[in-house]
């Protein structure tokens, strides 16, 4: 037995103090933000787990990196770093900076995205939902059926794209009409579902046959990489960064929101393989972003991310990063908490329709339990259901209900103890014990799209 892997791969060297709040405070903090657990202030919140972007705890050699980060406008040597850093890693040979994700995915929109036409994808998620229809496309979701469902399947990659219905879809539509095929690795969406690599291939090849670009959202590329090297056949021998090489080699180009698997709390970028379309990269970078060599990021920042990513490939912290997460979803299951399996890269997944059976989704089982959540231990998760994936109809109205109706519990990378998941797990058991007495949530107020709603909602309880 090998006592060394009972333990972090790291030692904490600094340490936050947080605030421990009662119930009725929490009561109230819930009602000041509209039951919106977005609004609540992160100085309230015990432990975190809204999200896993931006919120990595840094090593001591990216804070070395951020003291010699290099600030100059125009050819910053951390520029350079991080370019080296993404062709080490992915082999793509034009890198573009950009502050965050989300301005990624706005560049990409704007190269590929066209008014009436398809992006497809294994499961979109937010962000880019949001700039595709803005720009006019309609994106479309085409997971295999083991991830459509909460179920308990041990499907090992149920982030994967449905073949079948990739080839129809573009036979009926017409290639012409979709401008870009999109593979989340992993896929968020539906639990952190890792994505295979015979998948990607055979999506690569599909889209080559049509002339249809392919782009990665590469924002947890490592963990992705790492369930490959465990649970595909053939990957085992081979390093992780042996596996993101290969990844990589079947697209066309990727996004990445650095926030999560780059290990740094902000930046993002865009990569291409494809010379003639860098100016344009480039042109949409200094529009909206600063010029090329920073992309809306400090020097600093810059440095600490060409480090992050190579210290995101390492296969100990991986493998401490993924059992972690494994540890939350074993305790949970234990419990008789409905969650999804097996447990994905970043977070937990509570089917909340399972959860609170006798709340129909019009009244947000999800967000209800995000809320009861925080009122009994301050723990802050986020909805991923109703609120957040519903459709409009945009010719009868009518709201279409997403697939899965989830809670996401993200875990923060290098951040949390297993002693801060035992509170978490505590909680939840105690939530569910309770749950014939939960009722559900009314809609009081939306933004104008939909499928971001979630982020500004506003919300009453149902007397």
């Not at 109230?28 to 705890?57: Q, R």
Request: with cysteine; proline share 4%; glycine share 8%.
């Amino acid at each position: 037995m090998n006592f060394l892997d009972d333990a972090e791969p790291f030692r904490i060297k600094m340490v936050e103090p947080i605030r421990k709040t009662t119930r009725e405070e929490r009561e109230k903090l819930v009602k000041a933000a509209d039951f919106n657990i977005f609004k609540i202030p992160a100085e309230n919140v015990f432990i975190d787990m809204l999200t896993d972007s931006g919120t990595s705890a840094m090593s001591s050699k990216q804070w070395g990196g951020i003291m010699t980060g290099d600030e100059s406008y125009a050819g910053s040597s951390s520029f350079y770093h991080l370019r080296d850093s993404v062709q080490d890693i992915m082999g793509f040979p034009y890198v573009q900076p950009t502050h965050q994700g989300r301005a990624a995915d706005f560049i990409m929109s704007q190269l590929y995205a066209s008014k009436g036409g398809y992006i497809l994808g294994n499961l979109h998620f937010d962000s880019f939902k949001g700039h595709s229809e803005i720009a006019g496309s309609i994106p479309v979701d085409l997971i295999i059926e083991e991830g459509r469902t909460a179920n308990s399947n041990p499907y090992p990659f149920k982030g994967n794209m449905d073949l079948e219905k990739l080839e129809k879809f573009i036979s009926e539509k017409g290639s012409q009409n979709i401008p870009l095929i999109i593979i989340t690795v992993t896929s968020n969406g539906n639990g952190g579902q890792p994505v295979s690599m015979e998948n990607i291939r055979s999506v690569s090849s599909i889209a080559k046959a049509n002339n249809i670009p392919l782009m990665i959202d590469a924002a947890r590329f490592a963990e992705n990489c790492y369930f490959i090297k465990k649970r595909e056949k053939g990957y085992e021998n081979k390093s992780v960064k042996e596996i993101a090489k290969e990844l990589f080699s079947y697209a066309d180009g990727c996004v990445m929101s650095s926030k999560k698997d780059g290990l740094v709390n902000i930046g993002g970028f865009i990569c291409t393989r494809h010379e003639e379309l860098f100016p344009m990269i480039n042109q949409l970078a200094i529009i909206n972003e600063g010029f090329v060599t920073y992309g809306g990021m400090s020097g600093r920042d810059l440095e600490a991310l060409a480090i992050g990513l190579q210290e995101g490939i390492d296969e100990e912290y991986l493998k401490y990063r993924i059992e972690q997460v494994q540890y939350l979803g074993e305790e949970l299951f234990k419990r008789g908490i409905p969650i999804i399996l097996p447990t994905g890269g970043h977070g937990v997944y509570i089917d909340a329709q399972k959860f609170y059976p006798h709340i129909p989704q019009k009244e947000f089982p999800g967000q209800a339990l995000v809320i009861e959540l925080y009122k009994t231990a301050g723990v802050r998760g986020v909805e991923l259901g109703s609120c957040a994936f519903s459709k409009k109809d945009k010719e009868t109205g009518k709201i279409i209900f997403p697939d899965l109706e989830l809670v996401r519990l993200t875990v923060s990378r290098r951040v949390y103890t297993n002693r801060h998941m035992d509170v978490v797990i505590n909680a939840l058991e105690d939530v569910f014990k309770r749950r014939d007495k939960m009722k559900g949530l009314k809609l009081t107020y939306e933004g104008p799209i939909i499928s971001l709603r979630h982020f500004t909602a506003k919300f009453e309880m149902i007397a």
